[in-house]
């Protein structure tokens, strides 16, 4: 089935949308972003399984709870994605190697229990999809790619919007497609994040280089729309404002998330947002 790519989708969305608009006279500049410590600094093939592996965990890290998921790793506590990347750094440290198919491909419930130990009572959510995505992974990397991601990448040629067909291909949890006003669409975010996390880390070149890196989008997740409103880019209609302050849960693939999803890609695009979009291209709001 063919689908519109994440940035013809959004487009596409945003010309219909009855819920959102984009709000281009609304000035917002952020010059620089911090440099994250739990994300690889070495330009090497650890760094491309490293990249590989988080981005397939990268998904649900808040609960109901009042108390979060925690990670402690070398003395300080991390929550949402930090979390998962000080988890996978401390499994580094610890064994067992997280990074080598071979390992988690036959990972047990009691091992993977041991890497996301966390500091506080609440575990990590959907820990069942997690070691099934791990899992699943690891025996398609060892019977199509040799065992190793860096085999896969290699295949695309260079091209970003090779590797997103790849991921979506041979590894079903990167699939992210909905279905609006008759339209198959897609927004890609985790598979879109690993190539834009492959392009941060080796700084565009060598293994990070794509010629077709434009084609990589914003990250359509609940966080980032949440900052656009927030700074009046993206404006909600009366409706979904009074959904949202009523914390009203809305639905995944319904009209309003796609909408959502699609001004935030669209807003981006469109604006100076851009820039900054692809310098800090997998850093979590």
């Known amino acids: 089935m063919e689908y519109l790519s994440p940035l013809s989708s959004s487009l596409y969305i945003m010309q219909n949308a009855e819920h959102i608009c984009e709000n281009s006279d609304c000035p917002f500049n952020l010059n620089c972003w911090a440099n994250q410590e739990l994300t690889p600094s070495a330009t090497d ?55 080598n198919p071979k390992v988690y491909q036959s990972m047990t419930v009691e091992q993977l229990r041991h890497i996301f130990r966390s500091h506080t009572a609440e575990s990590i959510p959907l820990f069942d999809e997690r070691l099934n995505t791990l899992k699943d992974a ?18 695309c040629d260079n091209s970003a919007a090779k590797l997103l067909k790849l991921l979506c291909d041979y590894f079903p949890s ?15 975010k985790r598979a879109q994040i690993l190539v834009g996390d492959m392009w941060l880390c080796f700084e565009g070149k060598g293994f990070g ?8 989008t914003a990250f359509a997740d609940y966080r980032v729309p949440q900052v656009l409103n927030y700074f009046g880019v993206i404006e909600y209609s009366k409706d ?30 469109v604006s100076d947002f851009f820039n900054l979009c692809l310098h800090c291209i997998s850093r979590r709001l």
């Open 209 to 216: 280089f794509f010629y077709d890196i434009e084609q990589i």
């Open 174 to 188: 990167f699939r992210d497609y909905a279905l609006y006003k008759g339209k198959q669409v897609s927004f890609l």
């Open 240 to 269: 979904l404002t009074t959904r949202i302050l009523n914390g009203e849960e809305i639905a995944n693939g319904s009209e309003l998330e796609v909408e959502i999803r699609a001004a935030t890609i669209s807003a981006v695009h």
């Open 138 to 155: 690891g025996k398609t990397l060892l019977e199509h790619f040799n065992g190793s991601f860096k085999n896969a990448l290699f295949s």
């Open 45 to 99: 093939e650890r760094s491309i399984e490293w990249i590989f592996v988080t981005s397939l965990l990268n998904f649900s890290f808040w609960s109901n709870s009042l108390v979060n998921f925690e990670v402690l790793f070398r003395n300080k506590t991390y929550t949402g994605y930090w979390a998962l990347c000080a988890a996978i750094n401390r499994a580094l440290d610890e064994g067992p190697d997280i990074l």
